[in-house]
C-alpha cells in the first residue's frame, strides 16, 4: 500500500510540477504576447490618426477654387474690349475665392449673358458663347452695339 501511496504522490508531484513549468514557460510568452498586443494597438491608433491627417490634408488640396477671370470679348476695339473686361470682370469679381465644385456654371453664365452695358455712350448687349470652368474662368463674349432708334 505504501508503494501505491508513493506512486500516487510522485505522480501528483509530477503534475504539479509539469503544471507549474508549464505555467512559468507559457506566462513569459503570454505577457510577451500581451505586451505586443499593447503595442500593436497603440501603432494601428497612431497609423489611423496619421491616415486621417493624410486624408483631411488630401481633401483641402482637393478642393479646387476660382483664382482668376479672364473676359474675352470678340471686338477689334481695344478701348471697348478694355472696357468690356472692367465692367464684366467687376461682375464677376466676386467668384473669386470660391469653391469651384460649389459654383453654378449657369450662375456665371445668367449674370454676363444678354447683359446690356453702355460704354463712351454706346449701349452694347454681351452675349456668353463659351464658357471654360476651371481654377480660371474664361468667358469668350459675343459683343453686340444696340441700334439706336432714330427719333424724328
Known amino acids: 500500500m505504501k508503494t501505491k501511496i508513493t506512486i500516487a504522490s510522485i505522480f501528483l508531484l ?33 497609423q489611423q490618426n496619421r491616415l486621417n491627417k493624410l486624408e483631411e490634408s488630401l481633401r483641402e488640396h482637393r478642393k479646387r477654387v476660382v483664382k482668376n477671370i479672364v473676359i ?32 453654378d456654371p449657369m450662375l456665371v453664365y445668367n449674370i454676363l449673358n444678354n447683359r446690356k452695358i453702355t460704354v ?18 474664361e468667358v469668350f463674349l459675343n459683343v453686340k452695339e444696340v441700334e439706336q432708334e432714330v427719333k424724328e
Open 72 to 103: 474675352i470679348p470678340d471686338t477689334q476695339n481695344d478701348l471697348l474690349k478694355i472696357k468690356i473686361r472692367e465692367t464684366a470682370g467687376n461682375l464677376l469679381k466676386d467668384l473669386i475665392g470660391t469653391d469651384l465644385a460649389k459654383l
Open 14 to 46: 509530477g503534475i504539479i510540477v509539469g503544471a507549474a513549468s508549464v505555467n512559468l514557460i507559457f506566462s513569459k510568452r503570454m505577457d510577451l504576447l500581451f505586451l505586443e498586443n499593447a503595442e500593436l494597438h497603440i501603432k494601428l491608433e497612431e
Open 120 to 137: 463712351n455712350g454706346i449701349d452694347i448687349i454681351l452675349d456668353v458663347e463659351l464658357l471654360v470652368m476651371d481654377v480660371q474662368i
